[in-house]
């Protein structure tokens, strides 16, 4: 058994060398997919990765377009659902999980144990995505679950994306905000006061889907095999991502 297992591999081995791959990413990934194809290149000579990478709705487009393309990673599960009615995907699933959390300044005396320790009499204000974004939506749903919208409403500060949220917060301008723990970078010039229950706000997923019309269908999931190792796992959990366990999909 151990020599047909060793057989199979360097076949497989066989297989990608010399191939290429083409993977389509967000822009918010691109430091841990770029480190993750160098080392997949590596492990298998000969093969190279291309890397492509934009907003999600735009990398679907691409896939819907005809662009070469054989794994498609994303956080927008109606483009990918999308693509599965039109059979443009072959096979898709999460990858990961981006929590919600609370950020403050770096520079915060706040020891939050509980979400009523967000609220104070010197609070200024409250840095929320507009109602028009579904964190903004779910954020305001969890402040009125745990009776705290009212007190916050008339101190809401709206930002647009999550960088103008954070630089409102390091200003001192807001006192905290919602984001996802992978916007939390070194450079965020945040740091995270609450980490929000899973069960209270959902996660964020990240999905991973083969391309139909991909030629290297081998060779794409042998990448995702890397996306799934253990170099890949710390890699991104220090992003703030989880690894989506088998009983969660």
Not at 139 to 149: D, I, T
Not at 181 to 189: I, L, Y
Not at 209 to 237: D, H, N
Request: aromatic share 8%.
């Amino acid at each position: 058994m151990k020599h047909l297992l060793l057989f199979f591999l360097a076949l497989l081995s066989l297989r990608l060398e010399g191939s290429e791959i083409h993977v389509l990413g967000p822009k918010s990934m691109k430091g841990q997919l770029t480190e993750l194809s160098n080392f997949f290149e590596k492990k298998n000579d000969g093969c190279r990765v291309s890397l492509e990478f934009g907003k999600s709705p735009e990398l679907a487009g691409l896939i819907e377009r005809g662009a070469p393309a054989d794994l498609l990673i994303t956080t927008d599960e109606k483009a990918v659902e999308s693509l599965r009615s039109k059979n443009l995907i072959q096979s898709m699933e999460k990858l990961l999980a981006d929590p919600v959390v609370i950020v403050g300044s770096p520079s915060s005396k706040l020891q939050v144990t509980s979400p009523q320790h967000l609220v104070f009499p010197e609070l200024k204000q409250v840095s929320l995505f507009p109602e028009d974004v579904l964190l903004g939506v779910h954020s305001r749903a969890y402040l009125k679950k745990v009776n705290l919208f009212d007190l916050i409403a008339e101190r809401i500060h709206s930002a647009k994306d999550p960088k103008f949220l954070m630089k409102a917060v390091s200003s001192g301008e807001a006192d905290w905000g919602f984001v996802y723990a992978s916007d939390v970078g070194a450079k965020s010039g945040v740091k995270v006061l609450w980490n929000v229950p899973e069960t209270e706000i959902q996660p964020r997923l990240v999905y991973v889907a083969v391309s139909a019309a991909g030629g290297e269908k081998e060779m794409a999931r042998a990448f995702l095999e890397t996306l799934r190792s253990t170099i890949a796992t710390k890699l991104f959990e220090n992003a703030g991502f989880r690894l989506v366990m088998e009983t969660d999909r």
